[in-house]
């Protein structure tokens, strides 16, 4: 099995900034692709951010140039750097990643994390 922990969430400022992890564990080889969503307080659940298995980001409009998803070389963790933090910005973050099994790569499956929450206020 396989299991998603995200990381690093908390209360900060506006303008301030925050880094996200998300850790896999269990039977994992690496993971392959990665993106964040956050569900902010009324409930929408929004992209925010991908990483391709070969390494190509995409943002969504409101955090391009703000925020930068990464993937470490340990190849079980991904990240995402957030400035200038916003209040809009306020939500659970979660990822969601695809998890190759096994060195072959012949096995690849889909997980999600239960989130972190990200807090902007003055």
């Known amino acids: 099995q396989v299991q998603l922990v995200e990381s690093g969430g908390g209360l900060v400022h506006p303008g301030e900034s925050l880094r996200l992890s998300c850790a896999a564990s269990?039977?994992?080889?690496?993971?392959?692709?990665m993106a964040w969503f956050r569900q902010t307080p009324r409930g929408q659940r929004e992209w925010v951010a991908s990483v391709a298995s070969g390494g190509v980001t995409v943002y969504a409009p409101s955090v391009k140039g703000r925020f930068t998803i990464s993937r470490d070389s340990s190849g079980v963790k991904g990240y995402l750097q957030m400035t200038d933090l916003r209040p809009d910005d306020t939500g659970i973050y979660s990822c969601?990643?695809?998890?190759?099994?096994?060195?072959?790569?012949?096995?690849?499956?889909?997980?999600w994390g239960v989130g972190t929450q990200v807090t902007v206020s003055s």
């Open positions: 969601n990643a695809g998890v190759v099994h096994t060195a072959d790569g012949v096995e690849e499956d889909e997980y």
């Open positions: 269990g039977s994992v080889y690496r993971i392959s692709r």
